[in-house]
């Protein structure tokens, strides 16, 4: 199953893909019952923030550029 996730910097979509097990975590996760990175740890760590937040990585990486500044 993709989970399409829209970033909230850069307006464009990008899929997540989960197994059916992934997808029922996710689904514990949404629902309060855990922590992401407990529930969904092969997942990548962008990928687990796009879920999160919905924030792609190269976002992201220049949100972390900013606080540089």
């Known amino acids: 199953m993709d989970i399409i996730t829209k970033c909230p910097i850069c307006r464009k979509e990008h899929p997540v893909h989960l197994t059916r097990e ?3 975590r996710y689904g ?17 760590a962008d990928d687990r923030e ?5 924030i792609c990585p190269e976002c992201f990486a220049s949100l972390g550029e900013e606080d540089d500044e």
Do not use: E, F, V
């Open 22 to 24: 992934q997808g029922l």
């Open 28 to 44: 514990d996760y949404r629902a309060g019952k855990g922590h992401i990175q407990d529930l969904l740890p092969a997942l990548s």
């Open 50 to 54: 796009r879920l999160i937040t919905g």
